[in-house]
């Protein structure tokens, strides 16, 4: 009987058209992600991470498994659910089938057409490589087991997870919408794990969280190299397995559960005795009634309805519990970044508003679909259809009482959380940070609530289309994927087809939002949509008992109506209207899609293929007046610079370049030069690419100079594009507002799997360290203009109220007419890099003095409701000039200032001045300075900034391989020194596992090109930042601080800025190095800077680490395990020095004793710390202690580069009794 009942629940399931339906939405997203590299997954689709390479094809399998939380409750409802649906319980109950065969053919019904939905994702992601439009060079040689291990990993486990789960529901509770509305719970369930694990917890948190298995399989593969990630499949044991085993418990014991609380008969729940045994039938009393049917009584029934359809929604037990869910998300988010978050930012208005809601985002695609469809289906769901639509009651009351309600529905939904944020910060801030409600209402309705809004409008629309409730949740969330997510990724997409976007732009607390005026036309564009959609849908509602589809549509004629009409016309009128301003707008503006650009790129770098490497002319003095006008967000650059030649061959040709746009360069005068106009290459370099190309005549000869005079604008926002001038707090630098010769190159396409697209051949790389014609450039050339150090002067000019700041040192002030007006002139020259900024500003001043008395003013210019973190940067700011004017060489400016702006999330040095936004350092929360656990960004990143005012602006490398590391390698070297010096060893060492380590063997897994040696990198944030760091902290730990720091001091002396061409490259540093530093050590600086190398560190799993007391000290016995890997730059794949020939081991090993568990503080403060010289795989180290130790760590400071710590720390077992 089991069986017969089993392929009868199949067959019925697979008859549905909703099952059809999930089938092919698994299939049609697995052959789009596994057949285009757009859609890949991470950096899979590339050369190096294949596609179908066996981590990504997991990956891909067990991220959309969790699609099945969707179909999988319309399975659990027309299985499990069927007979109390279908009012059928008396009758199937009765039958003489055991309800052990009823209840497990549903149940099992239900796994199986699971896994056969989940199985067109597989279907998908197998035949995807096998389609015409893939890159073979994306993809490897078929291997099944690759997708059978994951299959059954991932897909049969989740899926059997999931319908566990939803038949546990829908047994104890017998109630569809609880069912439903579970769904969204299971999806926040994973959200949660997804931002606790983003935390990055202790890695057993992290691997458990997840109830699909995607974050263990992350834990486990995090730091693999692409040869791996192709190759070796997910380990079935280790975190993976044990996240499946216990997973795959869990889901056995809710079926379990459901089978012992499942009840037969309609008896589920407690019944009440009759009060009274007799009935009585009281008179009927007929009044005559006068039926209204106009606009009056149009109204009363809308406003009834929809009080109806509001409160019948509100009240409901899936509701409320959604509501809690909801809740529950935003507290468990809020709890996870405030305090398992090592660095946070403090609850300013703005961040609450965000977390708040934007934790809600993908809840609220269910809670849309489900409640959309709810509403929708009520009255048909109750069997109440056939009597509402026999009265007078007009269909426009009902219609859009229901989409009312739905509307209503979000906005309480918005405002709960709204409410819910603003108790939570008057918690969190304890009266420091203020509450400003304001800001919670701009966010939250501009930035979340219409965006909302207009999707659920376009769901109650699909559900009057829809044959059934089912199809219609299945259609709407599918319609609403593709637009949320996959409808930028077409070829011929444009901005007016993403659907309900009427945002209006960044939202900052120091200026607002940044393009406010989109949000009007934008609104008015889509709700002209909004109002078809609804006059349609009044045509076509469904009424009366023929009510399909065909039928309705056949008798629309007759439902026209001139409101409608009107209705329609004018939502025409809109959505034509504005989109044309609109497509107009973007038009003028030259947009261009991502594809487009991609296209644009490849055309300009074969068209400039002749002409890129022609010399252009060099800037030797710059002096500029800033106009700047926030009330009407414009500004005016009027500039002279002075150029000359410095190559051996005259100069004929070059091309100028600015970020406004050659229509925004009104005026532009070059002695003994003219624009270029009716050439075929000139024509298209301006109209397409928007360079210009100037011809000069006579030639300008080597060792001439000549006066370039200009003017460019910054125009007002559009409807379409916000300017780069803030209402309050504009920040732009001389790439964006003023002129920049030459460097075509940068306009090159760097990405490998792009260039093969478009048959452009290999990346053009950065010139070789010993290229001495690349050496008489410096790195900055590369974006802001071929200089070296120019003389600079600036008059910047704004309204009285704001303050505008430039470089170099402040001359004078006026204000007059409203306006205000400061002159700067460097005292010095400085590099062709320079910003201007203008705000609202309150200043606070202070003085640093060196060892000789020279002083230089502090200034730190902020927001005025932005105070939180002034006294800390000040610190900061002391601490760095103290340590570095000490370390390194003096100051050399007359000021150091640090301005606030708004939107972005970086901060940037020029030449004593630095632009720092808000969000990275003045509203970040730095913590207790006295906790080990937690990160000072704040302070760090004001030390990183002034650290260039060293390491760019005093030494800067040339424009070669490996240069950047000489700016950022070596402010992070000084960074890490001073932040040291400001807290102590075990905050920095918190911080170096923070941003350093994690942030290397992250990055070199995502990257598409190959991973060079540290000594050669290019523009790779991950090497220039991250592993020069770790290779300093490594450096300084093992070879001594000292002749490291003598060694950079040298290195910037020999380079400074005054000794111009040629500039340094990493091959300087690194003989600076070798020769301050003991030859001993000269293979790990090569093993550092000339090799990708890790080690691999453990103790011997054949041997006993054995303590023997002697006297009051304890010998320890360490067995040792050490091996070097040299990493391949291609792949990645690593090979040992035991496989290489004359290559030997010859390491320096620290090992760390401790008396106490060494996790909390990462191994900071051991009882001991023993350097040991190894040069074979396995050695034996003794020791002698004062004290019997608890634990010992291999390497407790990460010096050396490794990617598994796991099998570093031994836990020691207790002395016997004796």
């Known amino acids: 009987m089991l069986r017969s009942l089993l392929a009868f629940e199949i067959k019925l399931h697979t008859r549905q058209i909703g099952f059809w339906i999930a089938l092919i939405i698994m299939f049609a997203v697995g052959l789009l992600f596994s057949s285009h590299e757009d859609f890949a997954i991470g950096v899979a689709g590339g050369e190096r991470v294949k596609v179908n390479g066996a981590i990504p094809i997991a990956i891909t399998l067990s991220a959309f498994s969790l699609l099945s939380i969707f179909f999988a409750a319309v399975f659990v409802v027309t299985g499990v659910m069927r007979d109390d649906t279908h009012s059928a319980v008396e009758v199937v109950h009765a039958t003489p089938v055991k309800t052990r065969d009823m209840l497990l053919s549903r149940m099992l019904g239900v796994w199986f057409v699971t896994v056969l939905s989940l199985s067109g994702l597989v279907l998908g992601t197998i035949l995807g490589p096998f389609m015409p439009w893939g890159d073979d060079e994306t993809f490897k040689t078929f291997n099944f087991i690759h997708y059978l291990q994951p299959f059954l990993l991932f897909v049969v486990v989740n899926a059997f997870l999931v319908s566990g789960i939803y038949t546990a529901i829908a047994v104890i509770t017998r109630n569809r919408a609880i069912v439903y509305v579970s769904a969204v719970g299971l999806l926040v369930l994973y959200l949660i794990g997804g931002v606790i694990a983003g935390e990055r917890p202790d890695e057993w948190i992290a691997a458990l969280v997840d109830p699909f298995g995607t974050t263990s399989l992350a834990v486990e593969t995090q730091y693999w190299p692409a040869a791996e990630q192709n190759e070796n499949m997910a380990p079935a044991f280790g975190w993976v397995g044990l996240n499946r085993l216990v997973y795959s418990v869990v889901g056995f014991v809710l079926f379990a559960a459901s089978f012992v609380l499942s009840s037969r008969g309609i008896m589920n729940r407690k019944s009440k005795k009759l009060t009274k045994d007799e009935a009585f039938e009281a008179p009927v009393r007929v009044s005559p009634v006068t039926p209204r049917l106009g606009t009056t009584f149009t109204l009363q029934t809308f406003w009834t309805r929809i009080k109806f359809e509001y409160f019948s929604t509100v009240r409901s037990t899936a509701f409320i519990i959604l509501v809690g869910i909801a809740l529950a998300l935003f507290g468990i988010t809020l709890l996870v970044l405030t305090f398992m978050n090592e660095a946070t930012t403090l ?611 040339a424009f070669a391989k490996g240069s950047n590391l000489l700016s950022e390698g070596l402010t992070e070297n000084a960074t890490m020194l001073a932040y040291e010096r400001h807290y102590d060893f075990a905050k920095a060492r918190r911080m170096h596992e923070e941003r350093t380590t994690q942030q290397y063997l992250m990055g070199r897994t995502v990257e598409r090109d190959d991973e060079p040696v540290l000594a050669e990198a290019e523009g790779q944030g991950y090497l220039n930042y991250n592993k020069t760091s770790w290779v300093f902290w490594g450096m ?40 301050e530093i003991d030859p001993q050590y000269h293979d790990l600086i090569d093993d550092y800077w000339n090799k990708i190398t890790f080690w691999d560190l453990s103790f011997q799993q054949d041997a006993e680490v054995v303590i023997v007391a002697d006297g009051d000290r304890f010998t320890v016995t360490i067995p040792l395990s050490v091996d070097k890997k040299y990493a391949s730059e291609e792949d990645g794949k690593e090979t040992s020095v035991s496989e290489i020939d004359d290559a030997t081991l010859n390491e320096f090993i620290q090992i760390g004793f401790y008396t106490e568990e060494p996790d909390d503080d990462l191994g900071a403060k051991p009882m001991k710390l023993e350097t040991v010289r190894v040069n074979q795989t396995d050695s034996t180290i003794t020791v002698t202690l004062d004290e019997r130790p608890t634990h010992i760590v291999l390497d407790p400071a990460r010096r050396l580069i490794e990617r598994n710590i796991n099998d570093n720390v031994k836990a020691l077992d207790p002395p016997s009794e004796s």
């Open 347 to 957: 609850p300013t208005s703005r961040f609450m508003t965000q977390v708040a809601l934007g934790s809600l985002l993908f809840p609220m695609l269910i809670i849309m679909v489900f409640f959309g469809s709810d509403i929708m289906w009520r009255d048909r769901t109750a069997n109440l259809h056939g009597i509402l639509d026999a009265t007078p009651v007009r269909d426009v009351s009902l219609l859009f009482a229901k989409w009312g309600a739905l509307a209503l529905l979000l906005l309480t939904l918005v405002g709960g959380l709204l409410i819910a944020g603003m108790i939570a910060q008057l918690m969190l801030g304890a009266g420091v940070v203020p509450v400003v409600p304001t800001t919670f209402l701009a966010i939250g309705i501009i930035s979340f609530y219409v965006g909302f809004f207009f999707q659920g409008m376009l769901v109650m629309f699909l559900q009057n289309f829809m044959p059934s409730r089912i199809i219609g949740m299945l259609v709407s969330a599918g319609v609403l994927v593709g637009l949320i997510f996959f409808i930028r990724q077409l070829p011929f997409y444009h901005p007016l087809m993403n659907f309900g976007n009427a945002g209006a732009g960044a939202y900052s607390e120091m200026a607002g939002f940044s393009n406010p005026k989109s949000f009007g036309w934008e609104f008015a564009y889509w709700m002209g949509l909004i109002l078809i959609l609804g006059a349609l849908s009044v045509w076509v509602w469904r009424r009366g008992m023929q009510a399909g589809l065909m039928d309705r549509l056949g008798s629309m004629r007759k439902r026209l109506s001139l409101p409608s009409i009107a209705t329609a016309v004018l939502g025409t009128a809109l959505f034509v209207g504005f989109g044309y301003a609109g497509l107009q707008s973007y038009q003028d503006a030259g947009y261009m899609n991502s594809d487009q650009r991609e296209a644009n790129q490849a055309a300009f770098e074969t068209l400039v293929a002749d002409i890129w490497e022609l010399p252009e002319p060099r800037v030797t003095d710059v002096s500029v007046k800033a106009d700047f006008y926030p009330t009407s967000q414009t500004a005016q650059f009027d500039g002279t610079y002075t150029i000359d030649n410095p190559h051996a061959v005259p100069i004929v040709r070059t091309t100028v370049f600015s970020g406004v746009g050659p229509d925004n360069i009104t005026r532009l005068d070059i002695e003994g030069a003219r624009i270029i106009k009716g050439e075929g290459i000139a024509d298209e370099l301006r109209d397409d690419h928007e360079i210009l190309m100037v011809e000069f005549d006579p030639p300008l000869q080597p060792g001439e100079s000549r006066t370039v005079t200009f003017t460019t604008q910054f125009k007002a926002p559009t409807l379409t594009n916000s300017s780069s001038v803030a209402r309050n707090g504009t920040f732009v630098n001389n790439t964006d507002a003023l002129l920049i010769f030459g460097n075509l190159n940068q306009g090159f396409i760097s990405n490998p799997d792009t260039r093969r697209k478009y048959d452009l051949g290999e990346r053009i790389q950065w010139p070789e360290r010993d290229d001495m014609v690349a050496r008489r450039k410096h790195l900055l050339t590369s974006f802001s203009g071929f200089a070296d150090y120019v003389d600079f002067d600036a008059e910047v000019c704004t309204v009285e109220n704001q303050i505008p700041v430039a470089p170099g040192k402040f001359r004078a002030e006026t204000i007059a007419d409203g306006r205000r007006c400061r002159t700067y002139k460097s005292i010095n020259p400085i590099l062709n890099f320079f910003s201007f900024l203008t705000a609202e500003y309150e200043v606070r001043k202070d003085v640093w003095a060196d060892d000789k008395g020279h002083s230089v003013d502090l200034e730190i210019y902020f927001h005025p409701d932005h105070d939180f973190n002034i006294d800390l940067m000040f610190d900061a700011m002391k601490t760095a000039m103290d340590t570095y004017h000490e370390v390194f060489s003096p100051y050399q400016y007359a000021q150091l200032r640090i301005m606030e702006f708004p939107f972005a999330s970086f901060a940037q040095a020029f030449a004593g001045t630095v632009p720092f936004s808000e969000t990275i350092g003045f509203v970040q929360d730095p913590g207790d300075a006295d906790d080990p656990k937690r990160v000072d960004f704040a302070t760090y990143v004001t030390m990183h900034e002034i650290g260039h005012q060293w390491f760019a602006h005093q030494v800067i490398g």
């Open 1036 to 1075: 300084r730990g093992i070879m001594g601080n000292e002749p490291v720091q003598r060694a950079v001091k040298r290195f910037l002396i020999e380079h400074g800025a005054d000794k111009g061409a040629p500039y340094p490259t990493t091959l300087e540093l690194i003989s600076t190095l070798k020769e």
